[in-house]
């Protein structure tokens, strides 16, 4: 093979990569932005997980000012291609006793939720 060809090629991928990439973080801003237009009041945290070898994941969870989840949407999978899926399992729970039993994406969640908790508590010591 042309090391020159090779090299086209090498280069036309990584543009490729660049522009799937900055698709796929204008897709997180506008859905992050979408949610806190809809919940205006509460607290939104952003959790994620990314481990060697393992599909990375993005959780935002909304919650209300008393720590009710009012939604949870969870992005999992290895291309830009994925899309956040509401998870209803989780909402109705409170942060501070949610029970992990039998539920999906709990490291991812509980992530986010551990934002959210530092929110609350910056909050707090203001008031």
């Not at 997180?28 to 599909?55: A, C, N």
Request: glycine content about 6%.
């Amino acid at each position: 093979m042309d090391p020159l060809l090779f090299l086209s090629f090498l280069v036309i991928i990584l543009i490729i990569q660049a522009l799937t990439g900055i698709i796929h973080v204008k897709y997180y801003q506008k859905k992050v932005k979408k949610l806190t237009q809809q919940y205006s009041e509460g607290y939104l945290g952003v959790g994620m997980t990314k481990k060697m070898f393992r599909i990375g994941k993005v959780a935002i969870v909304v919650t209300d000012n008393e720590g009710i989840i009012q939604e949870c949407n969870i992005l999992s999978g290895l291309t830009v291609l994925s899309r956040f899926a509401k998870y209803k399992e989780y909402v109705g729970e409170n942060i501070e006793i949610v029970d992990w039993r039998k539920k999906k994406h709990k490291l991812v969640v509980q992530d986010a939720i551990k934002r959210i908790e530092e929110q609350m508590k910056r909050k707090a010591k203001v008031m």
